[in-house]
């Protein structure tokens, strides 16, 4: 049986302890996003609004350790900071690597039919399903020609219905006037 050595993260230097303890931290956080489903970033509930708080502070003491001062603090912001442009490069340069770790879009709608296996693939019911739709103004399913889930948790929906009420043009007036500017 393999065991972690729990002391393999208090180096003598701590500032290097608080770096590898993040990185950790952050690794872990990826992992149990990408194992729980990226459905939990689409629009957050209350619910998940405090499971990320709670979250967050449950894992701060696994990062800083017994630093809790401004400096550990900033380290470990820092070293987060790092670690997540270093991923975005990452992905940029490698697709693989980036579908790895992100996934891939998954089809829930053509042309007005519920793909049922991908819905039920990424745990998005009817009811989310339908009001995604709504949210970008199709009335219902059959008039969607594609709704994707997005890898950052979105979905994206066409409708040739939107796309005609677009093209006309609404008189009523915006409630932007006065804060753009105007020609």
Do not use: W
């Not at 900071?81 to 340069?93: D, I, P, S, V, W």
């Not at 697709?95 to 709608?109: H, M």
């Not at 939107?162 to 915006?174: G, L, N």
């Amino acid at each position: 049986m393999l065991f972690i050595n729990l002391n393999l993260f208090s180096l003598n230097n701590p500032i290097l302890d608080i770096v590898l303890r993040t990185l950790a931290v952050y690794c872990f956080m990826i992992i149990a996003i990408r194992v729980f489903g990226k459905k939990e970033l689409a629009q957050l509930s209350v619910i998940d609004l405090v499971f990320i708080l709670l979250i967050s502070n449950s894992v701060q003491n696994a990062m800083v350790g017994p630093d809790t001062s401004l400096k550990g603090g900033l380290i470990a912001a820092g070293a987060l900071f790092l670690a997540n442009y270093t991923l975005k490069g990452l992905f940029y340069r490698n697709k693989d690597f980036s579908k790895l770790v992100q996934g891939e879009a998954i089809l829930l709608i053509y042309e007005g039919e519920v793909n049922a296996e991908n819905c039920k693939k990424a745990e998005i019911t009817l009811e989310e399903l339908e009001a995604a739709v709504r949210e970008h103004g199709a009335r219902d399913i059959q008039k969607v020609d594609l709704a994707i889930l997005e890898v950052d948790g979105n979905i994206s929906v066409v409708s040739s219905e939107f796309q005609t009420r677009s093209k006309v043009s609404h008189p009523r007036k915006h409630k932007f006037k006065g804060r753009l500017n105007q020609n």
